[in-house]
């Protein structure tokens, strides 16, 4: 069965210091509902700008962004807010509020959800806090819940992360280089939560990674920016050593993660 069109990146561009900086290039790709889109580049290749232009945290300076067909770029601060619901968002440094508790960070996940001023004053509702508790139980962490969180691992808060994403209960998950300050095996483990969410929930996933080897593991399609262009879009079993030489170098040299 054909899969629906689900996000559409046309012409995208973003120049940061009057001009100087070009992070993203005439960028054109679409991604499906359903996908599990894996963008890879050296460092500074435009991987992160591309996803905080996507949720807008990031003001692209010209192309557009189309999700389900709306057409997201220019959407007013209140709309905006409403669409950026549907995206989750897993961040490299986590972005935990490290003196409150594993719960109050997942709840806000929810602020999206409630109304201004309870999410003010940090009041969430027992449904709230029911689905907070079955997102923690689901990456391992309910027993966790009332410890604060900067007591936690590298690996544990990103599943913390993972965690207040879901409570968006979103439709796409933008992922950024969320296993860069781990160690291999804690690597492995947090991209099988991702897997778990795209193959079991249906959600689209589009992450950024430095590693070939979790890219094919875990994407079934690949792109690669170099300079800020698309310079790869195919199958993860299509970058053979000379595609990893154009993407990354001709000194580079592919480095395995298990």
Known sequence: ?????????????????????????????SVKKGEFLVVI???GSGKSTLLRCINRLIEPTAGSIRLDGVE?????????????????????????VKRSTVLTNVLTGRLGY?????????????????????????VG???????????????????VGIARALMQQPKLLLVDE?????????????????????QQDGVTVLTSLHFLSLAR????????????????????????NARFKEIYGEDAEEVEVR
């Open 141 to 159: 962490l309910e027993e966790k819940a009332y410890v604060r969180a900067d007591e936690l691992s590298g690996g544990q808060q990103q599943r």
């Open 114 to 138: 409630t109304p201004g001023w309870r999410s003010m004053l940090g009041w969430f509702s027992k449904e709230d806090h029911a689905l907070a508790m079955r997102n923690l139980e689901r």
């Open 72 to 96: 997201i770029t220019k959407l007013p601060t209140a709309r905006m807010r409403r669409v950026r619901r549907g995206m989750g968002m897993i961040f490299q440094h986590f972005n935990l």
């Open 1 to 29: 069965m054909e899969r629906t069109v689900h996000l559409v990146i046309d012409r995208l561009t973003k120049v940061y210091e009057r001009g100087q900086v070009v992070a993203l290039r005439d960028l054109s790709f």
């Open 217 to 240: 593991r875990y994407g079934t399609r690949i792109i690669a920016l170099k300079d800020g262009e698309l310079v790869f879009d195919g199958l993860p079993n299509e970058i053979d």
């Open 41 to 43: 580049g050296l460092s």
């Open 178 to 198: 969320p296993v860069s300050a781990l160690d291999p095996a804690t690597s492995n483990s947090i991209m099988q939560y991702f897997e778990e969410v795209n």
